[in-house]
């Protein structure tokens, strides 16, 4: 069963992309949000980070946003790891 629903669910994921447009990205999960600094002196400083920015739809968003954003996309990348990793188990 488990291995159905993935098997299932990779489809449906793969399906959706492909019908996406490539140049609108209406419910982008912004899980490319790159930081931004005013100065380039303070490049690489994260608690001085301006703005955060994401690469794949270009929304701007302040640094608190950009970190949640960032978060959860990691979040969510470890989740799939376990996932896969589980699955590799069986
Ligand atoms: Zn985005």
Not at 26 to 49: N, Q
Not at 63 to 79: C, F, N, Q
Request: glycine residues 10%; hydrophobic residues 35%; proline residues 4%.
């Amino acid at each position: 069963m488990g291995f159905l629903d993935k098997l299932l669910g990779r489809k449906g994921v793969k399906e959706a992309s492909a019908d996406a447009p490539a140049a609108v990205t209406p419910d982008c999960p912004h899980a490319a949000v790159t930081p931004r600094w005013d100065s380039g002196a303070d490049m690489g400083k994260t608690d001085l980070v301006s703005a955060y920015v994401c690469e794949a739809c270009g929304a701007r968003f302040s640094r608190e946003e950009g970190e949640t954003l960032g978060a959860s996309a990691a979040d969510r990348l470890r989740i799939r790891e376990d996932e896969r990793q589980e699955g590799m188990q069986r």
